[in-house]
């Protein structure tokens, strides 16, 4: 028993040093080119994400009844090595004169705060989560925010994004947190 013990780690530390993708394959480091931390990685000691590694894009908002609004933000690594973004992003609305007027505040969720490795060429993602009145909503119309500003989880430098987004005040104005992959 001992000398199937000893053969086996002998043959474990000999694939862990070869540099072939069938030996990482065989000791379980291949793996999905956007992972979460908490189930392996892709890029043992990625570095985080800084916003000149990002570019970011409005996703297609999903209305429901009551004015609830859902819109995605996506990020997509440009940049030539992976990095990660864990946490959640600041998004604030903006006036026409490029004033904060609202800042959303972080959806409570009940799944861990994994961090994604975010590969080259590959996407996170986070939802904006507002409500713009709705049918039997009394009163003058929710203003209409012609931009807003998004930080990234882990960076300190904004995008400001052209928007059309009717928040209505004393509602909610929520951000996810970052998941791995394209919005479902």
């Not at 009844?65 to 998004?91: D, K, W």
Request: hydrophobic residues 35%.
């Amino acid at each position: 028993m001992k000398k199937i013990s000893a053969a086996f780690l002998l043959v474990f530390v000999s694939l862990s040093f070869m540099p072939s993708n069938r030996a990482r394959a065989i000791i379980g480091h291949e793996s999905d080119s956007t992972t979460d931390l908490a189930f392996g990685s892709a890029q043992p000691g990625a570095r985080k994400c800084v916003r000149e590694d990002l570019r970011i894009k409005e996703g297609e908002t999903d209305a429901a009844m009551g004015g609830v609004r859902e819109t995605p933000y996506i990020f997509t690594n440009i940049s030539s090595s992976a990095c990660t973004l864990e946490g959640y992003p600041a998004l604030e609305l903006l006036n026409q004169k490029g004033v904060v007027v609202r800042r959303a505040t972080k959806q409570k969720s009940d799944e861990p705060k994994a961090a994604i490795i975010l590969d080259p060429g590959k996407t996170a993602w986070f939802n904006l989560n507002y409500n713009s009145g709705g049918a039997g909503r009394m009163g003058k119309p929710c203003p209409t925010y012609p931009r807003l500003k998004i930080v990234a989880p882990g960076t300190t430098r904004a995008f400001v994004l052209r928007s059309d987004v009717s928040s209505c005040p004393r509602t909610d104005l929520q951000v996810s947190s970052i998941q791995s992959g394209a919005p479902q």
